[in-house]
C-alpha cells in the first residue's frame, strides 16, 4: 500500500515538472512564477545534480527535498487553469527535455570547489 501510494507520488512529480517546464512558456504565467518555475525545472531535468547521488543519503536527500519542494511552491505561484492545461499537455506528450545548461552550470560549481579545495589542501599541507 505505501510503496503503491509512493509510486503514484513520483508519477505525480514528474508529470507535475514537465507541466512546469510548459507552465514557464505560457504567456499567462507571471514572470515571478516563470522565475522560480524555470529554476525548478532547469534543476530538476538537469543530467547533474547538485549533491551528487554517490553520496550516501545525502546524495538522494536532494531528490527527495529539493525538487517536491520546489514544484510545490511553483505550483502555487502558477494560476490553476494554466496548470490545468499544462498538465493535460503533459499527459499527451512525455517527451522531457533534459537541461545541459543547468547541468554544466552546477558542474562548473562543482569544479571549483574541487579547485579551492585543491589550493586549501595544497597550501596548508606545505605549512606544516
Do not use: H
Not at 30 to 46: L, T
Not at 67 to 95: D, H, S, T, Y
Request: hydrophobic fraction near 55%; include cysteine; charge should be positive.
Amino acid at each position: 500500500m505505501f510503496l503503491d501510494k509512493f509510486k503514484r507520488s513520483a508519477r505525480s512529480l514528474k508529470s507535475d515538472t514537465y507541466a512546469l517546464y510548459l507552465a514557464y512558456r505560457d504567456p499567462r504565467t507571471p514572470w515571478y512564477a516563470k522565475v522560480w518555475a524555470a529554476a525548478v525545472v532547469a534543476y530538476a531535468f538537469s543530467p547533474i545534480d547538485l549533491i551528487p547521488d554517490f553520496i550516501p543519503v545525502l546524495g538522494y536527500l536532494d531528490d527527495l527535498l529539493l525538487v517536491p519542494l520546489g514544484v510545490f511552491l511553483a505550483l502555487k505561484l502558477i494560476p490553476a487553469e494554466v496548470m490545468a492545461e499544462c498538465r493535460q499537455q503533459a499527459q499527451e506528450n512525455q517527451n522531457k527535455p533534459v537541461n545541459w545548461w543547468a547541468g554544466a552550470l552546477i558542474m562548473l560549481l562543482w569544479i571549483a570547489l574541487a579547485g579551492l579545495g585543491i589550493i586549501w589542501i595544497v597550501k596548508y599541507s606545505f605549512i606544516q
